[in-house]
């Protein structure tokens, strides 16, 4: 019997083709298994090595790695470097026409910018930041579309040592004051809107409704970029047009020399409990997590790649694989605005085969749908330019899978499903794509350096196949250091005492096969995985609380075809529980009320209303019977404890 039970069974292994093997950056298992043995070896000197290697430090560092607060690491911390620095003026000598980003609109426009031209923008806004007081170490939130600009607002902080903390762009104006308050930024970048889907998606509304709340004072000026030209509101005193912001400014800023240690950003993340928490990344460590695993896993060839993530640079894909990782490396990459079925399901497809795209990196959620709408369409293009593809967020299942393999990759291309966290920065684990074979529905084995395992709560040792608590047992330079304004809560959440204070604890549950390959389960808390993104149940849960007519809600997720979890909300109300059309009424006004404090992404998808919420005689909601109801499945679990069982027929009865 496992630990905790695994229900996927999958034997089939792709391994790399000798072709792809004999070019790649890591050719063969040997030489994967050598890296992670010099890794076991001499931990620090291994990232040491790799630390000189790839990025360019103003001054050397001398220490590697200081654990005397653990689990408050800090890594090469007497090194001096800049990000930006390293990210754009360094290619300059050799790159400097290269395309740098190809950006494609939503509605099919688009331009290129150079390494040249990105280094003068970057340079004019970094300049006009300083102009407006931002100094290193202050807080700048970006909440923009996705686009160019939002790359080279992240560079221009990073440039002059400010710490960025971007907000996806879905999220409202309640969520987005909660992020301005918490790091008390002094300054926001937004557009006046985006297009998505061929709709204009408002952002500078949602800003400015944002700024009327409590704890945002600290922000002195809004700087817009005019993208959609929509009508918007104008703060003369507080707002400034991107475009007279850089007007005339100098397109040269001496980047400012970081610490390795100063932070980088502050990107926001659900928890199972509590408000969102701040995720603290470094500067150096960080960088170098997000060079090592381009190199590694995407198998980076900046000569020749045209490289694409469809991540939002909200979400910390966004961050190290689009703003970050490509750029560190001078690789060209394609930005794109709009939504992958807009105008119609052949969007990706038709994109990677205009601009020859190499590497394609996506989410599981997005390739079910794009299967369900359209699961021929790949065919229709010349995909011949691909040669690796990647997916991350969530367990992709093997069906969807093999057809990325084989209708999108012409059965020619590796797939690296790449399993990682906003925590720790970049990839952990995933197959070196011309050294460790493919299974599909597995991240496979970990990168060299990343010391996994899985164990049961106590930390105790897992024997054979079974499920348990994912753990990383050593630090390593792209971990998260702490959470902004909760050290406390950092040290709580993932280095728990029960595990010793200094173990990573991931909040993933996986189990290991016969060749060690790493297959994910599912979290250990209440967090959601809906279209590859995290959602926190409690947060869902005290949005509804908020509302005047709620008593009292319960969220859990039930699994979903294309989305991987849809939320469903069980709901007591303060008035006699609905039926009928007035149940639908309220369920609108509920689904639409989250979407205000939340953002849409955590709309319901199901609301069922009862009297009651099934509880122990302590009070305790029972969860696990919530989600036994939410699938339709029997109810197995012991209900003798149940305080109040009618109720499970009323909840099942609504749905
Ligand atoms: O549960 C795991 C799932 O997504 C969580 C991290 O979410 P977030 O911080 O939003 O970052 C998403 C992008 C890295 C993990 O704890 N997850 C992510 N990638 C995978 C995955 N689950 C299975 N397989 C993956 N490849």
């Avoid at 990344?281 to 170098?288: D, E, K, W």
């Avoid at 939340?598 to 969860?623: C, H, Q, V, W, Y």
Wanted: aromatic content about 10%; glycine content about 10%.
């Amino acid at each position: 019997m496992s630990y905790i039970e695994s229900a996927l069974q999958e034997r089939r292994s792709f391994p790399p083709a000798a072709e792809f093997q004999g070019h790649a950056n890591v050719s063969g298992l040997d030489a994967y298994r050598a890296l992670c043995a010099q890794a076991e070896s001499n931990h620090e000197a291994f990232w040491a090595d790799l630390a000189r290697r790839h990025i360019d430090w103003h001054t050397a560092f001398t220490h590697i790695l200081d654990e005397s607060d653990a689990p408050f690491y800090r890594w090469f911390d007497d090194g001096q470097l800049n990000v930006s620095y390293n990210c754009i003026d360094r290619h300059l000598p050799v790159r400097a026409d290269q395309a740098a980003l190809i950006f494609e609109a939503d509605d099919g426009g688009g331009y290129q910018l150079s390494y040249r031209q990105l280094h003068e923008q970057v340079g004019a806004l970094s300049n006009a930041l300083k102009m407006h007081g931002i100094a290193p170490g202050d807080r700048v939130v970006i909440y923009m579309p996705m686009s160019p600009q939002a790359v080279i607002a992240m560079q221009a902080c990073a440039r002059i040592g400010a710490i960025h903390s971007v907000v996806f762009g879905g999220f409202s104006a309640k969520s987005l004051a909660e992020r301005i308050a918490d790091t008390q930024a002094k300054l926001v970048i937004t557009a006046d809107g985006g297009f998505r889907g061929g709709k204009t998606v408002p952002l500078k509304a949602v800003v400015d409704e944002a700024l009327q709340q409590p704890g945002t004072d600290a922000v002195g000026k809004v700087i817009v970029y005019r993208r959609a030209s929509n009508e918007i509101a104008w703060h003369a005193e507080r707002d400034i047009w991107w475009h007279d912001c850089v007007a005339g400014m100098s397109t040269v800023c001496e980047p400012v020399w970081m610490n390795a240690e100063d932070p980088l950003f502050i990107l926001y993340t659900s928890g199972s409990t509590g408000k969102p928490k701040g995720v603290q990344h470094s500067s150096a460590g960080y960088l170098l997590g997000a060079i090592l695993s381009m190199l590694w896993v995407f198998d980076a060839r900046p000569d020749s790649d045209v490289y694409w993530c469809t991540a939002d640079v909200g979400w910390i894909t966004g961050h190290t694989y689009v703003a970050y990782g490509p750029l560190a490396l001078g690789m060209t990459q394609v930005i794109f605005e709009g939504v992958p079925t807009y105008p119609d399901a052949g969007r990706f497809w038709r994109m990677i085969q205009q601009y020859r795209v190499t590497t394609f990196y996506t989410a599981p959620t997005a390739i079910r749908s794009l299967i369900k709408l359209g699961g021929d369409l790949p065919e229709q293009y010349d995909l011949s330019s691909l040669r690796l593809l990647g997916t991350v967020g969530e367990p992709i299942n093997p069906q969807a899978w093999m057809w990325f393999y084989q209708t999108v990759g012409g059965s020619r291309c590796p797939i690296a499903d790449t399993w990682w966290q906003t925590e720790t920065g970049s990839h952990m684990i995933a197959p070196l794509p011309g050294a460790v074979a493919a299974k599909p529905g597995s991240c496979t084995l970990p990168l060299p350096g990343i010391m996994t395992d899985i164990v049961d709560e106590l930390g105790g040792k897992l024997t054979g196949d079974q499920g348990g608590y994912l753990i990383i047992k050593r630090p390593f330079p792209s971990l998260l250091r702490t959470l902004w304004n909760d050290p406390e809560r950092f040290k709580q959440v993932y280095f728990p005492a029960e595990l010793g204070g200094k173990t990573y604890l991931t909040g993933d549950s996986a189990h290991r096969d016969e060749d060690g390959y790493y297959w994910i389960m599912g979290r250990i808390d209440d967090v959601l995985n809906v279209s590859g993104h995290r959602l926190g149940t409690m947060e869902i849960e005290s949005a509804l609380a908020a509302h005047p007519q709620v008593a009292e809600a319960a969220v859990v997720g039930k699994p979903h075809d294309i989305k991987g979890e849809a939320i469903v909300a069980f709901v007591v109300l303060k008035i006699p529980c609905p039926e009928g059309e007035a149940a639908s009424e309220i369920a609108a006004d509920l689904r639409n009320w989250i979407a205000k404090q939340i953002g849409a992404i955590a709309k319901p998808d199901e609301i069922r209303f009862g009297d009651n919420l099934p509880k122990t005689r302590s009070g305790k909601i029972m969860r696990r019977l919530l989600r036994s109801l939410a699938r339709g499945a029997e109810i197995d679990q012991d209900i003798s404890t149940l305080e109040n069982p009618a109720i499970l027929q009323q909840l099942n009865a609504t749905s």
